[in-house]
């Protein structure tokens, strides 16, 4: 298209990664492969900071003229007080994984939460209404309900270990929704286990084996049961669920569209979803 020959006459614009490490990371190779099929001079480039020097690295970001950067482990919190501005939801979060460069203005932005809705979206589940369970309270649970209480009229329930944390959560949730949020102690949950439709595991562990167990063995309505995390360790629950025909949905999917919304905030452009998923697997 016309835009994208424009683009390759002018200077190349760039992305960053800030992190560290950085090295594993999927994202270089998943925007590189959207850049090239959309034949963009754009260019994704991860940096490995010191820790030290993360400020330096964020006022890189408008002496170099990079479009904007990705901000991962473990600098999402911290990177907060360094740029111009927080969009509505990096500021309810506490943290920042995407960072637009608007003219030399800073925008701190967080796409996790709205990256998991738009999965959710993409594999076709209805959320408007439906009764949905978080299990943890920590900065994911934080991203994935605000977007959540945000967009739809859904029935939400956190669950947490330390019940206190759950009840932070949905405090702060109540005052920027108005709207109605139950917390539970982790422990217990699985006694009420029969009434979600969505059940999303944010917790850096396995879910409570009770949880699966009553899932199992008594009939229940969940239709999907979302981990964030991704990778071998997912598969035998995973299995066990998918043998009573739930739906699992592992972390991959999150970290996909999380990055087609950063993407899209970049560049203003679509990128193309199914070239970048298959660059993640
Ligand atoms: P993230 O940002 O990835 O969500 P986090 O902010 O450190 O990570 O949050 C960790 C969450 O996992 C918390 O909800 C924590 O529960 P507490 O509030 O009780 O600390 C939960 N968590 C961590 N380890 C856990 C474990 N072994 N069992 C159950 N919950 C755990």
């Given at each position: 298209t016309h835009m994208h020959e424009e683009n390759s006459l002018i200077k190349p614009k760039i992305?960053?990664?800030?992190?560290n490490p950085v090295k594993h990371s999927l994202s270089p190779i998943m925007h590189n492969i959207a850049f090239d099929e959309l034949k963009m001079n754009w260019f994704y480039f991860a940096f490995e900071v010191d820790k030290r020097k993360l400020e330096e690295a964020i006022t890189g970001i408008k002496t170099m003229d990079f479009r904007g950067a990705n901000i991962t482990v473990p600098f999402k919190k911290q990177v907060c007080d360094f740029v111009d501005r927080l969009t509505n939801e990096a500021h309810f979060i506490g943290a920042v994984n995407t960072i637009?460069?608007?003219?030399?203005?800073?925008i701190g932005d967080n796409t996790d939460g709205f990256g998991f809705v738009r999965a959710l979206i993409a594999n076709k589940l209805n959320i408007e209404n439906e009764k949905i369970l978080l299990?943890?309270?920590g900065g994911a649970a934080?991203?994935?309900?605000?977007?959540?209480?945000?967009?739809?009229?859904?029935?939400?329930?956190?669950?947490?270990?330390?019940l206190l944390n759950a009840e932070l959560l949905t405090q702060d949730l109540e005052e920027v929704t108005m709207k109605n949020i139950k917390s539970?102690?982790?422990n217990e949950v699985f006694r009420i286990i029969s009434n979600f439709d969505i059940i999303i595991n944010t917790l850096p562990v396995d879910p409570p084996p009770r949880i699966i167990d009553s899932l199992i063995n008594n009939s229940n309505t969940c239709q999907?049961?979302?981990?964030?995390?991704?990778?071998?360790?997912?598969?035998?629950y995973f299995k066990a669920l998918e043998e009573v025909d739930i739906k699992t949905m592992d972390g991959k999917t999150m970290l996909l569209y999380q990055g087609v919304l950063s993407f899209e905030k970049w560049t203003g452009v679509k990128p193309p979803i199914k070239t970048m998923k298959r660059a993640l697997l």
């Amino acid at each position: 298209t016309h835009m994208h020959e424009e683009n390759s006459l002018i200077k190349p614009k760039i992305v960053a990664l800030f992190g560290n490490p950085v090295k594993h990371s999927l994202s270089p190779i998943m925007h590189n492969i959207a850049f090239d099929e959309l034949k963009m001079n754009w260019f994704y480039f991860a940096f490995e900071v010191d820790k030290r020097k993360l400020e330096e690295a964020i006022t890189g970001i408008k002496t170099m003229d990079f479009r904007g950067a990705n901000i991962t482990v473990p600098f999402k919190k911290q990177v907060c007080d360094f740029v111009d501005r927080l969009t509505n939801e990096a500021h309810f979060i506490g943290a920042v994984n995407t960072i637009i460069n608007n003219e030399g203005e800073l925008i701190g932005d967080n796409t996790d939460g709205f990256g998991f809705v738009r999965a959710l979206i993409a594999n076709k589940l209805n959320i408007e209404n439906e009764k949905i369970l978080l299990l943890g309270a920590g900065g994911a649970a934080r991203a994935i309900s605000y977007s959540l209480m945000k967009n739809y009229e859904c029935d939400l329930t956190i669950a947490n270990r330390t019940l206190l944390n759950a009840e932070l959560l949905t405090q702060d949730l109540e005052e920027v929704t108005m709207k109605n949020i139950k917390s539970y102690p982790l422990n217990e949950v699985f006694r009420i286990i029969s009434n979600f439709d969505i059940i999303i595991n944010t917790l850096p562990v396995d879910p409570p084996p009770r949880i699966i167990d009553s899932l199992i063995n008594n009939s229940n309505t969940c239709q999907i049961f979302i981990d964030i995390r991704y990778g071998k360790m997912l598969s035998k629950y995973f299995k066990a669920l998918e043998e009573v025909d739930i739906k699992t949905m592992d972390g991959k999917t999150m970290l996909l569209y999380q990055g087609v919304l950063s993407f899209e905030k970049w560049t203003g452009v679509k990128p193309p979803i199914k070239t970048m998923k298959r660059a993640l697997l």
